[in-house]
């Protein structure tokens, strides 16, 4: 079947239902799409295999034998916010659908549904939280390097580079693709310029992970989108050109 392809390794996914017709059906259809499935037919077992760990989403249905889709939500969020959940919910249950969301569910899909849809909404879901994770990790990482104690650790690693801003004449200017070039003389930036280095890095990874799209990197970055713009024309990053090498596949080239 038609499916988008899904980045990184095939992710783990937890199909909650009572019905086993239901699960098989389920399983084996996600399974062909490219993930890999587990699966329980009450929610106490459900949680039980979650805190196993290692999976990427978990999709339950609403109505289970002894804990409904709703106290699952809760209880998984409650254990790791990271992990989407998705509720399926049957026809006409709208209002359970919304408070599935309101108590942390990352999406919710009514029946009858294909399983293709699923797979999709699944799809969609671990990769959401796999870029959020990621910007968590860049987000701390230049937290960390630019705390007060890493300032000497921030001069020493960019002591080479300078902020992109210029026309590339050796010193310390763009090159006019976006990344800085060498000092000339090699010696250690200002702690303001450091620091602008590093912005400059996470906003191109958060425009790499999103194909050059400014509204998901600014989401990414916790930012409006206007201000994420104000910062790219500060910074001197061109997001058209994470596009055009979107578009022709050549993101990690840049």
């Known amino acids: 079947m038609e499916q ?8 783990r996914v937890l199909v909650i239902d009572d019905e086993e017709s239901m699960r098989h059906a389920l399983t084996k259809g996600l ?31 609403v109505k289970l034998p002894d804990l409904s889709g709703l106290d699952i939500t809760a ?10 959940v998705v509720v399926m ?53 230049v937290e960390r390097r630019l705390s007060p104690e890493g300032f000497e650790e921030v001069e020493a690693q960019l002591a080479s580079y300078a902020p992109t801003q210029g026309n590339g004449n050796g010193n310390g ?29 996470y906003v191109q990874e958060l425009l790499v992970q999103t194909g050059g799209n400014v509204a998901a990197a600014a989401r990414l970055a916790g930012i409006s989108r206007p201000n994420f713009h104000k910062k790219l024309k500060t910074l001197g990053v061109d997001a058209n050109r994470f596009k055009e090498a979107a578009r022709r596949g050549r993101l990690r080239d840049l």
């Open 31 to 61: 399974e062909r799409a490219g993930f890999r499935c587990a699966s329980a037919a009450t929610g106490r077992g459900g949680v039980e295999q979650f805190v196993g760990g290692g999976f990427d989403a978990v999709l339950t249905d």
């Open 173 to 201: 200017q763009a090159n006019g693709n976006g990344r800085a070039t060498p000092t000339r003389d090699g010696g250690p930036l200002p702690l303001r310029e450091a620091q602008r280095g590093f912005e400059i890095q």
């Open 4 to 11: 988008r392809e899904l980045t990184g390794s095939k992710p």
């Open 75 to 84: 209880i998984l969020v409650e254990m790791d916010a990271a992990v989407p």
């Open 89 to 141: 919910t049957g026809y006409g249950t709208m209002e359970i659908a919304l408070e599935a969301m309101r108590r942390g569910a990352k999406d919710y899909i009514q029946k009858p549904f294909a399983v293709e849809e699923v797979a999709r909404i699944l799809a969609r879901a671990v990769d959401e939280s796999r870029l959020s994770r990621e910007n968590r990790r860049l987000r701390a990482l």
